[in-house]
């Protein structure tokens, strides 16, 4: 028996729980009211689609700026927060996801072709865990459904709200990430 077996017999023996996203926590959007001078001459760090199209686990060592307002209302990303793509032009790459692993103080913005999901409970998935998880085929099929369009392709934040996903406790997820 793997370590893996044995911490899945120890830890759940009525096997892994699983749960819906809406169950989980909430989707976010990103930067809105936006103008192209805003990206002109910025004053805070924004990921781009691409970083989250490109990257499992988001690169937050970046040049791109966007010009906030002191009292500006816009959504930040948070630590273990887990981005994706809003659309593409085919429904393969819809749906992209990006997850925030690395703990910052800076403020972080998401490109509005984005959107963010927050757990309610941060500590029920581990970063490093969700980085794969979310990447993963059966994940990538159930997303992939959540789109829909004939030219351009949009993710549905409801539809994604029903994506279901294995929650394993926490020595489980160590162990698959190690």
Known sequence: MSKLEQLISEHCPDGVQFKTLGELGSFYGGLSGKSKADFTD???KFITYMNVFTN???KIDVPEKVKI????KQNTIQYG??????SSETPDECGMSSVLTERTDEKLYLNSFSFGFRLNNPDILMPGFAKYLF???SLR?????TASGVTRF????????????????L????????
């Open 42 to 44: 910025g004053n805070a």
């Open 56 to 58: 499992m686990a988001l």
């Open 69 to 72: 307002g002191v009292n500006e």
């Open 81 to 86: 927060d887990i981005l994706f793509t809003g």
């Open 135 to 137: 990447r993963s085929d």
């Open 141 to 145: 099929k159930q997303i992939k459904k």
């Open 154 to 169: 949009n993710v549905s934040k409801k539809k994604m709200e029903s994506v279901v996903i294995p929650v394993p406790p």
């Open 171 to 178: 020595p489980v997820q160590s162990e698959i990430v190690r």
